[in-house]
């Protein structure tokens, strides 16, 4: 599965994000890098935006529509977020770093403990392959 992932270019090769991406881990908004292959699926992270991004996944196609998505984006937003999209049967949040990283996960652990059988993951927290933490929001 591909996504086409909104930049823009800052040079050859180069890219600031200007969306959370919902299919591509370990990229938020702001994030930018390079392009290393050819192929322009393998990127290197130059500088964090100092985002997260985090994805909220729901059991049935819809249950990211309606009342619910409103709520959870009026909420992120009163926290300094912003709703990114979604597809259907997720949404895709942007949240600012300097929220903090136990206030971000208490809120999506909140979020999906209103919601039976959805569960949400910091797209750009971990490391996709080793699970280890990326920590870039403690480096300032």
């Not at 409103?70 to 949404?91: F, I, K, M, N, P």
């Not at 403990?113 to 990326?134: C, H, Q």
Request: charged content about 25%; proline content about 6%.
């Amino acid at each position: 599965m591909k996504e086409r992932v909104p930049a823009i270019q800052l040079g050859p090769n180069r890219y600031r994000i200007t969306s959370s991406p919902g299919l591509v881990e370990g990229l938020a908004t702001g994030d930018e890098i390079e392009l290393t292959g050819e192929a322009l699926d393998t990127f290197k992270v130059l500088k964090r935006g100092g985002n997260f991004s985090a994805w909220i996944f729901f059991p049935k196609e819809g249950m990211n529509q309606g009342p619910e998505m409103t709520r959870l984006q009026r909420e992120a937003a009163e926290l300094g977020g912003q709703l990114d999209g979604g597809a259907v049967t997720s949404l895709i949040f942007t949240m600012p770093a300097s929220i903090g990283f136990d206030r971000i996960a208490d809120f999506f652990d909140l979020a999906v403990s209103r919601i039976e059988g959805a569960v949400w993951m910091f797209a750009n927290a971990y490391d996709p392959l080793t699970k280890k933490p990326l920590d870039w929001w403690s480096r300032g």
